[in-house]
């Protein structure tokens, strides 16, 4: 990963070019440093995005047919799949190590 100054963002360089990262893909591939488990990345990242209310960049607070009480277990469970989904993606790309490990 590198930031790109002019730009005010991550890029995720590879042998064919660069990546542009949103700023939840840059917090999540910060934390991937073989030694997180998928589980700690995702107790992380609803640390600083607050999962219990949704405050993740680019994330609506709840949505409208989700009950409230249902909501920060529901929300946490989207991130930690959202996660996975996009290391995984990653992966495949041959970008990241095997996540099956974390």
């Known amino acids: 990963m590198r930031w790109n100054e ?6 995720l360089l590879y042998p064919e ?12 591939l910060e934390l ?6 998928v589980a700690q990345i995702v107790a992380e990242l609803a ?12 994330r609506p607070e709840r949505p409208s047919d989700e009950p409230a009480e249902q909501g920060a ?3 946490r ?3 930690e799949t959202e996660v996975i989904t996009f290391l995984e993606r990653l992966r495949r790309r041959g970008w990241v ?6």
Do not use: E, I, Y
């Open 73 to 75: 277990p529901a929300r």
């Open 6 to 11: 002019p730009r005010g963002q991550a890029l």
């Open 97 to 102: 190590a095997d996540v099956s490990a974390l």
């Open 32 to 37: 991937c440093d073989g030694r997180r488990t």
């Open 77 to 79: 469970q989207r991130m």
């Open 47 to 58: 640390g600083r995005f607050d999962a219990t209310s949704g405050d993740a960049p680019g």
């Open 17 to 28: 070019g660069a990546l542009a990262l949103n700023p939840t893909a840059h917090a999540v």
